[in-house]
């Protein structure tokens, strides 16, 4: 079983900086791929931005400047560092990982979710 678990979520005024962290958990032997995706009532879950474990980075265009993503490999954990936020930010934020598992005497690979975390930014 892995878990992917969020927090730092938190009401920012415009202009303002917050730091988000995601923890994996579970019999996980590797994640290729970690990354932030948000979404907001009514559309589609969105890319903000992923990190493979090589440390290849890739931005939506809307945050490219702002945002910035990091991961912790030994800890599974990845972070994302988001300055000069905007009302266009608020979202539910959720943490991504492509995972390589122990399952049984083998290994499994999957996408995983976490449970989201809500960014609110306004005055």
């Known amino acids: 079983q892995v878990q992917l678990v969020e927090s730092g979520g938190d009401l920012v005024q415009p202009g303002g900086s917050l730091r988000l962290s995601c923890a994996a958990s579970?019999?996980?032997?590797?994640?290729?791929?970690m990354g932030w995706y948000r979404q907001v009532p009514g559309k589609q879950r969105e890319l903000v931005a992923t990190a493979t474990t090589g440390g290849t980075t890739n931005y939506a265009e809307a945050v490219k400047g702002r945002f910035t993503i990091s991961r912790d490999n030994p800890k599974n954990a990845v972070y994302l560092q988001m300055n000069s936020l905007k009302s266009d930010d608020t979202a539910i934020y959720y943490c991504?990982?492509?995972?390589?598992?122990?399952?049984?005497?083998?290994?499994?690979?999957?996408?995983?979710w976490g449970q989201g975390t809500q960014v609110t930014v306004s005055s």
């Open positions: 991504y990982g492509d995972v390589s598992y122990r399952e049984g005497a083998g290994r499994g690979r999957g996408d995983y």
């Open positions: 579970g019999s996980i032997f590797s994640i290729y791929v």
